[in-house]
């Protein structure tokens, strides 16, 4: 048969096609857990510190970061071989992208999804060397990890900014490529793809107001809403 | 009801690659918009009243022959299905992407198809001699529906100008080619066993070359379930190499 390309590049197509699909599914999912993981500040520092206290003491934290690391570094390059090099070819993209805005979304998401996933690539890769230090140093000395007191001092320092940023994008970057993973393979065909679009909307803005308001309370400009829970001492 | 009354400004391509001293750039014409009102009557019109160089393809004006695609403010359409009645006071018309362009507002498809065709060899390859008078294989009624849903495709070219790979990848085997192969990799009589339709599926220039922008899907005239096609294909891949 007169293939498209030689034979052997087949298996490897598929491979990275499952790798970046399968790495970017896990990171979103981890994404939603790492949201309920943070939003313990919504108690209060006591509720945090406790939590990340366990995190780490049972050694979950550390593995994990590093686990998340790898899989993050590995999707961004798997991700990345479908972005066109050249930018003559980009800046077609995108004409036709802002073209086709009128009748559909999806290719101009496309683009988006490309730009959003460069910016937590920077982005991101600071925060989670920041976690790695936070929760390995303290295996070779008396040092304390992940606490709450840090996380509020470096977010009213100015981090509020950047981690404004990694979230928008985080959760449109996840939210939009969960969805157009499950249109590629076919996953939860019979919801339709507009019911998708629209789940995917919601989790979207779910986790946006969610992160927005862990944000506010760890820059100090509100209270903990939940720290009723912990008998109101913050 | 067409909207009466209006007066259509046309922004037109025009650039005929066979004449040395012509200059890629945009003109503009006006004409009247009358009810029911095609942009095949529209190019009509103008070419008739204001300008008779002005180059298109035409053919059934019904969306079979897939001859009269073309950007329509930014979007691939047919022209014989497009009404005036849906468009803004200004349409700006380009021609299909990604084809050779003959001049203005007309490309050659053919060039393309037909590559696409040969490199994927689609048509049925059967080993048995054909038997006129034996009974045919029989089919099953969702199989052959699909197959039908492929087959529906009258290559017009709006999904493989609406494709930002194909756009900028002239390998890629596009929603177009990607359908066809999937046509033949569903018929039973087609003999190609799962690992020789594994090549040609799995590969960069294959589905694996989609990036999911779903443009494809949504400017199908024959609207064609091309994302449930795109997704029969990623999982035969799967499923073979497993």
Redesign the interface.
Known sequence: ?????P?N???R??V???LSGGTGLVLALFMWGHMVFVGSILTGSRGFDWLAEMLEVYFIAQPTVIVIFVLFLVHAALAAR?I?A?LV?RR??IE?????????E??IL?IWQVRTGMIVLVLGSFHLVLMAIDVLTPLWGERIGIEAVTSLERVQAGLWLPYAILLICVEFHASIGLY?LA????AF?KLG?STLHTIERVILWLFLGLGFVILLVLAGVIPPPLAFLLGGNA | MSETGRRLTFEVFRYNPQDPDSKPHMQTFEIEEVPYMSLFMALNEIRETLDPSLQFDFACRSAICGSCGM?V???PALGCRTQTSDLPDVVRLHPL?VFKLVGDLSVDTGIWFREMA????AWIHAEKAFDPQAQEDRMDDDLAQKIYDSDRCIECGCCVA?C?VA??NA?F?GPAGLNRIARFAMDPRDT?DDD?W?????????V?G??????CH??CPKELPL??V???L??K??ST?L
């Open positions: 048969m007169n293939l498209l390309k034979a590049t087949a298996t197509q598929l990275y096609e499952l479908k066109p050249q070819e077609k993209m036709l992208g802002k073209g086709l805005k009128g009748a559909h999806e290719s496309w157009r249109v590629k393979w076919g065909a793809r | 950007m403010n930014g979007q992407p040969e490199k994927s060899e609406s930002g756009n900028v390998e085997a190609r020789e594994f090549e040609v599926i799995s590969n960069e220039n294959g694996f989609c990036i999911g922008m779903m443009a949504d400017v994302l449930e795109y997704a029969y990623r999982r891949a799967l190499a």
